[in-house]
């Protein structure tokens, strides 16, 4: 047996897949949460500018650059560190207030580096950074901005959470799809274990269940039922082919004795030639609609006749049966009763079941005596619709039930009347064929037979 390799199974590829798909997605989703939490940021940090901006202005525009100067002055004294940074320059380029030795050069919004005064520089730092805006006056330029740095710092921090996040991510994903891919592997190898088992050995090993109700417990389950089927297909044609050979031992040592007895009778007369003659064809026609009958069943059985399936009126078959039938069971001094409900549809083969309706009429006229009476009845019960054929002439006997609709099987009380045995044989594939179940019970006195299909809508 060829070794399973888990690392080559759909599952571990699938799962890596599946990991690559999901970083790909972590990744896509932190890029807009990074992009998204950096712009709110910068939109939260030049709202405070500009609102400084505009009260610095205000000073500016009522009592001029002295009283500008003023203002910048007590924001300088007020602020720790550079959280807040200010420059105020003169028209000379000095200058004269702020906690930055430089304005940068152009006019508008700025982010980057500023030169702080020594006292204000962090451990490590040679220059600071910020975000702000510079403003041209008539007399000055100002500059007000906000520390850049802590916002750095926690983007930096959240991209590095992401980072390891993703790694961990990455790695567990990958290790999911290795374990699932193994289990995979092993149940897989189990499989094929026992199936390489039951080709060796035979069709009696099964596939075990775990109990899980995963998806290879419904593959085993259907494997099993599958090997099963198989099973008793092969039991069913080494049976076939056991009766076949012992019930058709005797016509054709007939046919033998027949030809026999022409040959060692001497001078043979033209008569007994065209009796023998005559017998040889009977025996040959029974013979031949024998294997006829075996052929026909094994079609149903193979299913070759669910290509002609369609929804038809099953009450119409019966109404069918009773008017072919009806001349047929009076002329054999029997009575015909029926009571068939109108309109009922199920899916099939109309051919089949006229055929399967037939052989039950055909058996009841042919072992009921006369005077009796013979029930054809169809019923809608819930979502099943019953056909039943009963009679009140001698019946089968219970424990027979279930052997007579093997092939070629004949009760004791058959066996003197003409007949291959594959009549109820016949029946019980066609029934198997629409997914029914036919049944004999004990009609007290006679025979019953009923048929239970499935409801089938026409399709709309």
Known sequence: MRHFSWLRSTSFRSGSIYAAFFLIAVLAIFATTYQSVRQDMRVLAYTSINSDIQSLLAEYNDKGLPALKEATDERVAQTQAYDQVYALIDSNGNIISGNILSLPVQIGEYEGAVHLKPELLRIGEVQGVALGKVIDLRDAKLFVGR??????????????????????????????????????????????????????????????????????????????????????????????????????????????????????????????????????????????????ALLRIAQIEGGARRSHFKHLNISEVLHDIEEIYRPVIEDAGLKLETK???????????????????????????????DGTILLKLIERAEQIIATISDNGPGIPIEEHTKVFHRLYRSEQSRTTPGSGLGLSLVAAIAALHHAKVSLHDNCPGLGVELMLMKNLPKN
């Open 340 to 370: 068939i409900q109108d309109g009922l549809i199920v899916y099939g083969d109309r051919e089949l079941f006229i055929q399967f309706f037939s052989n039950l009429v055909e058996n009841a006229v042919r072992y009921v005596p006369r």
């Open 147 to 292: 520390d850049a740095f802590q916002m750095d710092e926690t983007l930096e921090i959240l991209l590095t959470y992401f980072w390891v996040g993703a790694v961990i991510t990455s790695v567990l994903a990958l290790l999911l799809g290795l374990i699932i891919g193994r289990h995979s592997a092993h149940r897989i190898e189990t499989m094929s274990r026992t199936t390489s088992s039951i080709v060796a050995t035979g069709l009696k090993e099964r596939i075990l269940l775990n109990g899980s109700g995963d998806e290879f417990d419904h593959l085993s389950h259907d494997i099993n039922v599958m090997l099963d089927r198989i099973q008793e297909l092969m039991e069913s044609m080494r049976q076939i082919s056991s009766d076949i050979a012992h019930e058709l031992r005797t016509p054709l040592s007939r046919l033998r004795h027949n030809l026999e007895g022409v040959l060692s009778t001497r001078p043979a007369s033209l008569k007994t030639y065209k009796q023998t003659v005559q017998n040889t064809i009977v025996e040959s026609d029974n013979i031949m609609a024998t294997f006829n």
